[in-house]
């Protein structure tokens, strides 16, 4: 039977530390009265954490439909005619969620793809770790639910794949995430070869996670699988050891030198991060997330997007919904700023993030298809997060490459260029509204506010640049 879900649930997929984007122990802490936390993952002493969070920065809300395996198979042999859609979908007020259609209207595809841009030869590469064993199947549901003809989808695990378990938070939130990326990469460029390159864990450590995911990275990128590649996780940028942030900078310097666009998310923590020393000991405090923070990508931040129903854009605001997340925004600790952002208005002497943004509120999502939540029944709803922006900057990207005829490569030189021109607001949507200041419990349970930045005119550590006017911006980018 199809189960209608009409309670709005926090839901934060964890893992113990960084992947696709969901939020670090921080937004775990700030939400943990809505969500199920393990007592392994974080304890509350003052604003100390036990651990560091590295995942997914996503986030989804259970205002979706539910279909036993039974229904799913059904429903896919009897044709689009006979596909379950969502409530958010009809929703005239908040919570709403966006389909394919209506997010390419609002973000300005739909006139690429009607000139025949549609990302045909190009490859778009997604990097997660663990698996969605039900993957396939999902992606099958959700291009009939939008009517998407189905991808070349090629799962990779070079390094091997453990059986999936449904008990395991950090193999389910991967899951989840796995569908977002391939789903809405594929939404964006639907006929793009989509490379699903899996990392496997030797455990659920924030060590063997990073080291997972950095190997199946390089592996990437090392063997020139695709002109763009996703990257949807993070955690806080001086919880990394510096041979990790070495290796993982040196495989972003590997794709700059293979003409390789990198697209990460900025994560879902607003100003906050996890802030870890030299003892071990791991506070929040204001930060940014790293490998987003590497100047050597393209950092995208989060918006609250609002279309109407056809999806003709009407505004956009900064996401920041405190409770469900905000974007990560801020300037690094270790990164001076780079050459590209020297001499732009809002940057200062270090490295500022994001460069560019996308919607990402839960509450003005986007709808997926996940069937990896539990055995036998399938997800059909709405989720948030940066790492719904990720995947598909990629994937608008491979749009980008198609139109020009080569691969652009990395991307900040140009958008920054773009960024100050006189035709910078053709080009993107430039978000003056909001910040990313969060509030989370500090010393003996007392409310620690975590300063955070503005949106302004032009760049600003929130949203960056904005978010893309792709028809335009490509264009732009093809002069």
């Not at 689009?80 to 209506?102: G, V, W």
């Not at 990326?181 to 594929?186: A, G, I, L």
């Not at 609002?306 to 999806?311: E, H, L, P, R």
């Not at 854009?313 to 919904?321: F, H, Q, R, S, V």
Request: aromatic content about 8%; overall charge negative; hydrophobic content about 40%.
């Amino acid at each position: 039977m199809k189960e209608h879900l009409f309670i709005m649930r926090k839901t934060i997929s964890r893992k113990i530390w960084h992947i696709p984007g969901i939020v670090l122990a921080l937004l775990i802490v700030m939400m943990a009265s809505a969500s199920h936390v393990s007592a392994r993952e974080t304890t509350h002493n003052s604003n100390i954490v036990a651990n560091s969070s590295f995942t997914p920065h996503l986030i989804r809300t259970d205002l979706g439909v539910k279909m036993t395996t039974a229904d799913l198979s059904a429903s896919l042999k009897a044709g689009p005619a006979d596909a379950t859609t969502p409530p958010c979908l009809q929703s005239k007020t908040s919570p709403i969620c966006y389909s394919p259609q209506q997010i390419q209207k609002a973000y300005d595809i739909q006139p690429l793809l009607d000139q025949g841009i549609t990302g045909a030869g190009q490859t778009i590469v997604i990097v997660d770790d663990f698996q969605s064993p039900t993957l396939r199947t999902d992606l099958q549901y959700f291009d009939q639910l939008f009517g998407l003809n189905d991808p070349q989808l090629n799962i990779i695990a070079p390094y091997g794949l453990k059986q999936y378990d449904p008990n395991d938070e950090a193999a389910v939130s991967f899951a989840e995430e796995i569908s977002l990326d391939v789903e809405w990469s594929h939404a964006i460029a639907p006929d793009a070869t989509i490379d699903l390159v899996l990392g496997n864990p030797v455990d659920d450590t924030l060590s063997g996670q990073i080291d997972a995911i950095i190997q199946a990275s390089a592996y990437a990128v090392q063997h020139n699988l695709g002109s763009t590649m996703s990257l949807s996780v993070g955690a806080g940028e001086t919880c990394y050891t510096a041979a990790e942030r070495q290796q993982w900078h040196q495989v972003f310097a590997q794709a700059q030198a293979k003409a390789i666009s990198v697209l990460v998310s900025s994560g879902d923590s607003g100003a906050a991060a996890d802030v870890c020393n030299a003892k071990g000991n791991v506070t929040i405090g204001q930060g940014v997330s790293y490998p987003a923070s590497d100047p050597l990508v393209t950092a995208v931040g989060g918006t609250s997007l609002f279309a109407s129903k056809d999806g003709t854009y009407i505004n956009e605001i900064t996401w920041n919904t405190n409770n469900l997340g905000g974007t990560g925004g801020g300037f690094s600790t270790l990164y001076a700023v780079p050459a590209y952002q020297k001499g732009v208005n809002g940057t200062t002497t270090k490295r500022g993030i994001p460069d560019v943004a996308y919607n990402a509120d839960p509450a003005t999502g986007v709808v997926f298809v996940t069937g990896a939540l539990s055995p036998g029944s399938t997800f059909i709803g709405p989720i948030g997060g940066t790492s719904a922006g990720a995947p598909q900057w990629a994937a608008i990207v491979a749009l980008e490459n198609q139109y020009v005829g080569k691969r652009l490569g990395f991307l900040n030189t140009l958008l920054y260029k773009i960024g100050q021109t006189s035709n910078y607001t053709s080009e993107f949507n430039d978000i003056i509204q909001g910040d990313n200041t969060v509030v989370v419990p500090g010393v003996n349970g007392q409310a620690l506010t975590i300063q955070g930045y503005y949106a302004s005119n032009f760049w600003d550590a929130v949203t960056g640049w904005g978010t893309p006017d792709v028809d335009a911006l490509t264009l732009a980018l093809s002069q």
